[in-house]
T-cell receptor
Framework: RKEVEQDPGPFNVPEGATVAFNCTYSNSASQSFFWYRQDCRKEPKLLMSVYSSGNEDGRFTAQLNRASQYISLLIRDSKLSDSATYLCVVNTITQGGSEKLVFGKGTKLAVNP | DTEVTQTPKHLVMGMTNKKSLKCEQH?????MYWYKQKAKKPPELMFVYSYEKLSINESVPSRFSPECPNSSLLNLHLHALQPEDSALYLC????????????FGPGTRLTVT
């Protein structure tokens, strides 16, 4: 099982639609979870951290399900400017006992007029 | 202010050249990172510095040599690169090593000819 898995998409949705992305992770000891967005040829930008209790920031809602080892991102009322690649990021304990963040391959979203 | 700056934005170098990439942050972060990103792939971790000490080297070839002169600066020295090393090189910083969100610089787009 890959450390962090995401549906690569692309997701093509009309403006105003609600879209959900899921991400699964393999290390049950992982403690930190994030969603980043990355526009074409730009750097990843932090969208939101994901907490056990779930969190919401405007049109964006993130949820964490530790039992099933997945996190989700819900985008409501999609805007054209939401078009980007969404990266699921999870901290992972390496064999040597250190930690690092592992990126999923990203899910591409295209919001159409 | 969550700004990480990187110079240069673009770099073209021959396989016999020596060049350096620079990264700077003034957020008081104690961890800094180098990532390599190829087109349509997620960022791949190369190095982690924590409190100015190299903490992780992800088996990166020795033609890449990182340096952390102080807590705000991170360099990546390049020598005898190969064309397959052409990529976007991203610097990031975080409050502490992992478990915290990372903030990325705009990257240096490197082309090796």
């Amino acid at each position: 099982r890959k450390e962090v898995e995401q549906d690569p998409g692309p997701f093509n949705v009309p403006e105003g639609a609600t879209v959900a992305f899921n991400c699964t992770y393999s290390n049950s000891a992982s403690q930190s979870f994030f969603w980043y967005r990355q526009d074409c040829r730009k750097e990843p930008k932090l969208l939101m951290s994901v907490y056990s209790s779930g969190n919401e920031d405007g049109r964006f809602t993130a949820q964490l399900n530790r039992a099933s080892q997945y996190i989700s991102l819900l985008i409501r009322d999609s805007k054209l400017s939401d078009s980007a690649t969404y990266l699921c990021v999870v901290n992972t304990i390496t064999q040597g006992g250190s930690e690092k963040l592992v990126f999923g391959k990203g899910t591409k979203l295209a919001v159409n007029p | 202010d969550t700004e990480v700056t990187q110079t240069p934005k673009h770099l073209v170098m021959g396989m016999t050249n020596k060049k350096s990439l620079k990264c700077e942050q003034h957020m008081g972060h104690r961890a800094m990172y180098w990532y390599k990103q190829k087109a349509k792939k997620p960022p791949e971790l190369m190095f982690v510095y924590s409190y100015e000490k190299l903490s992780i080297n992800e088996s990166v070839p020795s033609r890449f040599s990182p340096e952390c002169p102080n807590s705000s600066l991170l360099n990546l020295h390049l020598h005898a690169l190969q064309p397959e090393d052409s990529a976007l090189y991203l610097c990031a910083s975080s409050q502490e090593w992992t478990r915290y969100e990372q903030y990325f610089g705009p990257g240096t787009r490197l082309t090796v000819t």
